[in-house]
């Protein structure tokens, strides 16, 4: 006896009685599993190759094809099968020029660190000089003044009080000190204004990348300001003399190693 499989099916759903035949049988007597189960055979002896040779089944299976091998494939196999014609030439360009700028800009502030570094060294010599030539001016203005009028009149003395004169005329006319310091504080606009770009960088920097040479990864931290550098700038620091930070000029009395988790 053959069943109506659609006819019970819709039935199982909408609560109604289902017809066996001539047969007319309550829906709570009919074993559903036995339906089921005959309708997954049907499933099973279904004709495929009657839609295998539509030509809708077709397109989709090849569509479905394509978009997996997409997903399989190499992305550089994928970068290199996109038509670079449709890229916008003007976002290339502005993308290469932002590049090369930016190279340019790293490689310009580390020269000007260099040239910073080297003009707060003379800065310093400059001041240690004139240091050491108010104490020997102080000596000579403690030394006339335990001079009499008639020492003044020996000859030898007199050679030696205008030999004085001359040696702080010649100390009051050197420039060496304000020139270093013009220098200096020139150098110190600069490293300023370039700074001003590396806090901009370093708001959307992901990478901890080292604020001084913008290349390599930070790795200490400095007491006690806080900054933040890496080993090898760090380094530069430490050998110019006096260890100061270089972003906030601050004395540095430690670093201690800065550790990523």
Same mark, same amino acid.
């Given at each position: 006896?053959?069943? /109506?499989?659609?006819?019970?099916?819709? /039935?199982?759903?909408?609560?109604?009685?289902?017809?066996?035949?001539?047969?007319?049988?309550?829906?709570?007597? &009919?074993?559903?599993?036995?339906?089921?189960?005959?309708?997954? !055979?049907?499933?099973?002896? =279904?004709?495929?190759?009657?839609?295998?040779?539509?030509?809708?089944?077709?397109?989709?299976?090849?569509?479905?094809? /394509?978009?997996?091998?997409?997903?399989?494939?190499?992305?550089?196999? @994928?970068?290199?099968?996109?038509?670079?014609?449709?890229?916008?030439?003007?976002?290339?360009?502005?993308?290469?020029?932002? $590049?090369?700028?930016?190279?340019?800009?790293?490689?310009?502030?580390?020269?000007?660190?260099? !040239?910073?570094? %080297?003009?707060?060294?003379?800065?310093?010599?400059?001041?240690?000089?004139?240091?050491?030539? &108010?104490?020997?001016?102080?000596?000579?203005?403690?030394?006339?003044?335990?001079?009499?009028?008639?020492? =003044?009149?020996?000859?030898?003395?007199?050679?030696?009080?205008?030999?004085? %004169?001359?040696?702080?005329?010649?100390?009051?006319?050197?420039?060496? @000190?304000? &020139?270093?310091?013009?220098?200096?504080?020139?150098?110190?606009?600069?490293?300023?204004?370039?700074?001003?770009?590396?806090?901009? &960088?370093?708001?959307?920097?992901?990478?901890?990348?080292?604020?001084? =040479?913008?290349?390599?990864?930070? $790795?200490?931290?400095?007491?006690?300001?806080?900054?933040?550098? =890496?080993?090898?700038?760090?380094?530069?620091?430490?050998?110019?003399?006096?260890?100061?930070?270089?972003?906030?000029?601050?004395?540095?009395?430690?670093?201690?190693?800065?550790?990523? $988790?």
């Amino acid at each position: 006896m053959e069943l /109506n499989y659609t006819g019970m099916m819709d /039935n199982i759903y909408s609560n109604n009685n289902i017809y066996m035949g001539n047969n007319m049988t309550s829906h709570d007597n &009919i074993n559903y599993e036995y339906i089921i189960d005959n309708l997954d !055979n049907s499933a099973m002896t =279904c004709d495929y190759d009657r839609f295998n040779n539509n030509e809708d089944v077709h397109e989709i299976r090849k569509i479905r094809n /394509n978009i997996t091998n997409i997903f399989n494939c190499d992305p550089n196999e @994928l970068n290199e099968s996109i038509n670079t014609s449709n890229i916008n030439a003007s976002e290339t360009e502005f993308m290469n020029e932002f $590049s090369n700028y930016l190279d340019k800009f790293i490689k310009e502030y580390l020269k000007e660190q260099d !040239n910073y570094l %080297k003009c707060e060294k003379d800065l310093i010599n400059e001041k240690n000089e004139s240091k050491t030539v &108010i104490k020997k001016l102080d000596i000579v203005i403690d030394f006339m003044k335990e001079l009499s009028d008639d020492d =003044c009149d020996d000859g030898i003395n007199s050679t030696i009080i205008e030999n004085i %004169k001359e040696y702080s005329k010649q100390k009051e006319n050197s420039d060496r @000190l304000v &020139i270093a310091k013009n220098e200096y504080y020139n150098s110190r606009l600069k490293i300023n204004k370039f700074l001003e770009t590396v806090k901009k &960088i370093n708001s959307i920097n992901t990478t901890n990348t080292c604020p001084t =040479c913008l290349s390599n990864v930070v $790795s200490v931290y400095l007491n006690p300001c806080g900054h933040t550098m =890496c080993g090898d700038c760090y380094e530069r620091i430490s050998n110019n003399g006096e260890r100061k930070c270089f972003l906030c000029r601050s004395r540095v009395l430690s670093k201690f190693p800065l550790y990523f $988790s």
